[in-house]
C-alpha cells in the first residue's frame, strides 16, 4: 500500500516558500504535458497491438 504521507510538507514550509516563478511554471506543464503525451501514446499502441492480435484468431 502507498504511504499517503510521504509528499507532505509542514505548512510553515510551504507558506514561506517562494513562488513559482512563471518560467518555472512554464517547465512544469511542458514536462507534464509530455508525460501525458507519451502515456496516451503507449494506450493507443497498446489497443492497436490488442485489435492486432484479436484479428488473427
Known amino acids: 500500500m502507498r504511504n499517503n504521507y510521504a509528499n507532505t510538507a509542514q505548512l510553515k ?3 514561506t516558500a517562494p ?3 512563471a518560467a ?16 496516451e501514446e503507449a494506450r493507443e ?3 492497436a497491438d490488442d ?4 484479428e488473427k484468431r
Not at 518555472?24 to 502515456?39: K, S
Not at 485489435?51 to 484479436?54: H, W
Request: cysteine-free; hydrophobic content about 40%; charged content about 40%.
Open 13 to 15: 514550509d510551504l507558506m
Open 19 to 21: 513562488p513559482m516563478t
Open 24 to 39: 518555472r511554471h512554464a517547465e512544469v506543464m511542458r514536462e507534464r504535458n509530455a508525460r501525458r503525451r507519451m502515456l
Open 45 to 47: 499502441l497498446k489497443k
Open 51 to 54: 485489435n492486432l492480435f484479436e
